[in-house]
């Protein structure tokens, strides 16, 4: 009994193991909650649903950051908070291009939940690989916050230059790779990611993708791509593994319930990419100086983040409010992959 509890109080990467307990024990929950109760009847997601989801996930969230902020102090609180609004603000480019995916491959809003909820699976093992490398690149060699800081502003000025341009999924590299590999269905097949079909050489039933399956891989593909920006940005703000790790998931969880609401009115949103391109730069720059020993304020990067975000959000809609809402989910014509 001793041995166990001593196991549970514990360390793994410089916190207590009852706290990465807790937090497993919450995402599992949340994860059981969204496809055992709340989606176990397939349904289209609508706007007001979507946002009722991403309201529960956010107040989650904040439960969760002020049990930090109760239990490792007021600094841990607000690293919690920072990272989880950086994340949530450049991940929300994310979600336009996984907009994009579903249009292209013609995925009908019916079954989007379906690939975004196996595609959590991904991100909460991807991410725990990535942080990890992360983290110990930067306990190891403490330069490597330069090339971080210089990363994120060069992305953040691509990002402004390249704002405009829309995603060619049809040029994508994972795409064409798909296309040239594996089996792959012209239409959908209900819900299935695979379905046994007869080899048109060979006459042999064999396995064959459905767009379904490739929509699931490429916006795993996509998240990946995305993690390569917003990790090293919560870097910027704490070197605590936990911390970087538990903001992530906690962010993408709710984006991921928001993302119906955001895709429906993409045009909306036209100034978001600036805002996020500015933020960006600004989190480049703050890593750049760790290394030197000049740390910003958390508590002042937190409500910077917060009002570019806002004023980026709030600017857009105000300039497209005489605009109709345009989507890039529903192109089902689209959905016709070549054999």
Do not use: C
Not at 92 to 111: E, K, Q, S
Not at 117 to 134: D, E, K, P, T
């Amino acid at each position: 009994m001793d041995s166990l509890l001593a196991a549970f109080t514990g360390e793994f990467l410089g916190t207590p193991i009852y706290f990465w307990v807790a937090f497993i024990t919450i995402v599992i929950a949340l994860l059981v909650f969204d496809l055992g109760i709340l989606h176990r009847d397939e349904h289209e997601i609508g706007a007001k649903e979507s946002l009722s989801l991403y309201a529960f996930y956010v107040l989650i969230a904040i439960a969760f950051g002020g049990w930090v902020w109760w239990q490792r102090g007021p600094e841990s609180g607000l690293e919690f908070y920072t990272g989880y609004l950086i994340e949530q603000s450049l991940a929300m480019d994310n979600m336009f291009v996984i907009a994009t995916i579903f249009g292209f491959l013609g995925i009908p809003r019916l079954y989007q939940h379906r690939v975004l909820f196996w595609g959590i699976l991904g991100v909460i093992a991807f991410r725990a690989i990535l942080i990890g490398v992360g983290a110990a690149l930067v306990y190891q060699f403490n330069w490597i916050l330069f090339i971080f800081g210089a990363f994120l502003v060069f992305t953040g000025l691509r990002m402004f230059k390249h704002q405009d341009e829309e995603p060619d999924i049809e040029k994508n590299p994972v795409f064409n790779f798909l296309q040239s590999r594996f089996r792959i269905t012209k239409t959908l097949h209900g819900r299935n990611f695979t379905v046994k079909q007869p080899d048109p050489k060979t006459g042999k039933l064999v396995t064959w993708l459905t767009p379904l399956a490739v929509a699931l891989i490429m916006v795993e593909t996509v998240d990946l791509i995305f993690a390569v920006d917003s990790v090293p940005a919560v870097f910027a703000v704490t070197q605590d593994t936990f911390i970087v790790y538990t903001s992530n998931i906690f962010a993408i969880l709710g984006l991921r319930a928001l993302y119906f609401a955001l895709a429906a009115a993409m045009n909306r949103f036209r100034y978001l990419q600036t805002s996020l391109a500015i933020i960006l730069v600004l989190i480049g720059i703050k890593i750049f100086l760790v290394p030197m020993g000049i740390h910003i304020d958390t508590l002042l990067s937190l409500v910077v983040t917060l009002m570019i975000l806002a004023g980026g959000v709030i600017y857009s809609l105000w300039v497209t409010r005489n605009e109709p809402d345009l989507s890039a989910q529903e192109a089902p014509e689209k959905g016709q992959l070549e054999p």
